[in-house]
């Protein structure tokens, strides 16, 4: 029996013209199994690519990593000064610099990480059984509601986004904060997740296209299930698949 495959559609029209270096790679998968802790496998693949990253980046300032640089002129541009608030890949490749291994959350959002240290790419996922069509790269609105997934106990996880802050969205809330700080606690990854949504996103460094093929061959090593690709761009702002 052949399973109905889910449609996406995303939109990053609202940005190209203030950003027009903006890409990003949207991966689907679907029918996953997704193991709960890291297979030995992966985790020997992950030691390799965190070796890799300190024999490429070891004694290079974080600020002089093109991708890196590509992500702090774009939060600049939107407003976002404080150092606090780093782009997802920064903090990823600033941990294994500092010899901290990448976080064992499971197999998939394993993966993905690796994906994102090699390509010194932001790389985020979303559980698609969660989402509300259509998903979008926009500025903020009045109304956005965010549940910040890394909210201390006792600390109030409501923190929607600023004025003029750049968001991903699906139709009912926001996903991720300051494009791509910090996920909303909704859609979080887990080992129940069986469709999931991927995001491989560039301000104009980077080989999204390469980084999506790189996953999808983590995933069905790892993950099972099957993967589809599309890329939207300034000349493509508009993809479904």
Same mark, same amino acid.
């Given at each position: 029996?052949?399973?109905?495959?889910? %449609?996406?559609?995303?939109?990053?029209?609202?940005?190209?013209?203030? =950003?027009?270096?903006?890409?990003?790679?949207?991966? @689907?998968?679907?029918?996953?199994?997704?193991?709960?802790?890291?297979?030995?496998?992966?985790?020997?693949?992950?030691?390799?690519?965190?070796?890799?990253?300190?024999?490429?980046?070891?004694?290079?300032?974080?600020?002089?990593?093109?991708?890196?640089?590509?992500?702090?002129?774009?939060?600049?541009? /939107?407003?976002?000064?404080? %150092?606090?608030?780093?782009?997802? &890949?920064?903090?990823?490749?600033?941990?294994?610099?500092?010899?901290?291994?990448?976080?064992?959350? !499971?197999? =998939?959002?394993?993966?993905? !990480?690796?994906?994102?240290?090699?390509?010194?790419?932001?790389?985020?996922?979303?559980? $698609?059984?969660?989402?509300?069509?259509?998903?979008? /790269?926009? /500025?903020?609105?009045?109304?956005?509601? /965010?549940?910040?997934?890394?909210?201390?106990?006792?600390? *109030?996880? !409501?923190?929607?986004?600023? *004025?003029?802050?750049?968001?991903?969205? *699906?139709?009912?809330?926001?996903?991720?904060?300051?494009?791509?700080?910090?996920?909303?606690?909704?859609?979080?990854? %887990?080992?129940? %997740?069986?469709?999931? @949504? @991927?995001?491989?996103?560039?301000?104009? &460094?980077? *080989? &999204?296209?390469?980084?999506?093929?790189?996953?999808?061959? $983590?995933?069905?090593?790892?993950?099972?299930?099957?993967?589809? @690709?599309?890329?939207?761009?300034?000349?493509?702002?508009?993809?479904?698949?």
């Amino acid at each position: 029996m052949t399973l109905a495959r889910m %449609t996406v559609t995303l939109s990053i029209a609202e940005l190209v013209s203030s =950003f027009p270096a903006f890409e990003v790679a949207v991966v @689907v998968a679907e029918g996953l199994a997704i193991p709960a802790e890291r297979p030995d496998a992966l985790d020997a693949e992950i030691l390799r690519r965190e070796a890799a990253c300190r024999q490429q980046w070891g004694g290079t300032d974080l600020s002089a990593i093109p991708g890196i640089a590509a992500w702090r002129q774009a939060y600049r541009a /939107f407003g976002i000064k404080k %150092t606090s608030y780093r782009c997802s &890949v920064e903090r990823i490749v600033k941990n294994v610099l500092a010899e901290r291994s990448l976080p064992r959350i !499971n197999g =998939f959002v394993d993966a993905y !990480n690796a994906v994102s240290l090699s390509g010194v790419l932001c790389v985020g996922a979303d559980d $698609l059984d969660t989402l509300v069509q259509p998903l979008a /790269f926009r /500025f903020s609105r009045p109304g956005d509601s /965010f549940i910040d997934m890394a909210a201390e106990p006792g600390e *109030d996880p !409501n923190d929607p986004p600023k *004025d003029g802050e750049v968001v991903y969205a *699906d139709a009912a809330h926001v996903l991720c904060r300051r494009w791509n700080w910090r996920q909303d606690a909704r859609s979080i990854i %887990t080992p129940a %997740t069986r469709h999931a @949504v @991927v995001t491989l996103q560039s301000n104009g &460094v980077g *080989d &999204v296209r390469a980084a999506a093929r790189d996953l999808c061959d $983590l995933l069905a090593a790892h993950c099972g299930g099957s993967t589809r @690709v599309a890329v939207a761009s300034a000349e493509r702002p508009d993809v479904s698949l």
